[in-house]
């Protein structure tokens, strides 16, 4: 059906488009082993038993001394990586045997997002201490020890969600209740603001390059997901088409490097419930070097708020008006939010998103390369109200 | 529309071999059975799901056939005028939807598939050689398009409950009359 068969590409396909969307070393690394890789077998649904033997491989080459893996079990969510909780008895930098328990995360052979273990294992090790993260402990980069590419981080304590659900408000989006929502708003931005302020400098952040002033980090980035649509789409869309025309007319300057998330929202991070304190910053798979400005229109999102008790006023992400949200980060952060770069964003993340879901989920799933394949297939679908969003914010920018 | 039968059913088959299938009860040998029959059955769809409108067509053509040489070697007998009639009818409307009936299901979303790479070509090549400000009667074309499709799109999978209010959307029988 394709001029270009995409499960079965060639490689000077696969040299074409490296050459045509230029981007960071890891990520033209993971972009290419994963084309390079397509045409092999999906994935086989891999076993408790399988999973803590790569586990117990990988222990012993980064372990001095005795260790042991117990209890594995599956944890659910994660529509991008397979997630194994196990306990792990060991004794950490030489003290007295403790057991903790641990989290493998995994890649399928395809991913609806294709992401670098070392990349997410770096960035959460440079914020360790700085903000709330998942300890991470040892990376399998290369699938030198597991079936695919991994890394290993502990267990955090926390919630996504409130355990009990608040009633009689409407709207979408997680509740955290009025009790809890101030407090979790302000940590929300203060680690936002902490993240994107942060002096990575001593940091070892060597599966990252460092792009140059103006506007090179935003080409990286529209590069990356024009090459995963590319590589991905089944069914071409005139929409995306255009959308990416006018990313490509408008790329806005960044004023300041910072460190991006890439996926900072409601959702990606636990709290805990009696103490009302955000315990972890999750899923930094998409982290990279930009422009603030992505984290924020991520943030504010509709999908991610609701309204509040009074029915009218709408919490972004959950916690406050967008006025007082974006006021109270520029107050942390000490740094500007500007109303057009937030539209050129909006745009973006759309992009991405719609890229994520229909382009790429559904090329995992045509190849029955995911563990949850059934679910992108289902997920798929959510595609078309995104692009009908993406379509009414062009248009009032076109 | 990517979220196609064909997918939909290889994706199901997967999770209920990989996930759902080795987590039934081995005890429970009616649930077993189910699960297996399950797979199965959808194996047979997707199979024969591609062929559907091929077998019908081909059906057809068949009872056209044998309705003609009957009709032929019938056409003397006593007490048949009536059946012979009412048959006559129905091959007059069997030739007219045999006669419309030439493009295969696949033949169609092959050209839609062609026809949208193309246009997406074409934006692109506009794009790039232009400035994008002075083609606001082309971005307008698009989006307008886009509209129409999307409203398409969404209406058909209204049932998956993305919608926030899926009320505002036409039904799609009346959205797909071209």
Redo the contacts between chains.
Sequence with gaps: ???VDKNRPTQEWIEHLRRRFPVEKEIDRILTRKMTRRAGPGYS?VSLDTLTAGVELLLKAKLSGPFEVRNPRWMSGGASKVQMAFDLTWSQSGNDKTTTTMVLRMEPAESIVETSRLREFQLIKAFEGVIPVPPVYWVDNAAEFLPYPAMICGFCDGVARPTKGVDGISG?GTNFGPVARPSLGKQFLEHLATIHTRDWKNADLSAFDIPEDGTEAVEWQLNWWERAWEEDV?????????A???M???MPPVDRLSIVHGDYRTGNFLYTEDEIRISAILDWELGHFGDRHEDLAWAIRAAFGHLAEDGKTFLVGGFMPETQFMDMYQSLSGMTVEKKKLDFYKIFNAYKNIQIV?ATG?RV??G?KGH???L???L???S??Y??DM?VM??DL? | MDLRPALQIQTVIKAMTDVVLPAVDTNNKLAQEQARLVIGMLNLVAQRQPMMYRYDRDELARFLALAETLREQAKNLPGVNEALHAMGNSVAVGEDVLDRARAEPKELESANFDLREKVGALITAIYSGSEIGKLKHISATVTAHAKEMLLRERSWLIDQGWEADPKSLPAIETLIDN
């Design positions: 059906m394709h001029r649904s979408i089944n069914e071409d869309v005139p929409l995306m088409r255009l990416m025309a006018w490509r007319a408008n229909l559904y799933a045509r029955s949850q394949d059934v992108l297939g289902w798929l679908g959510i078309y109200p692009l009908d379509r062009l248009e076109l």
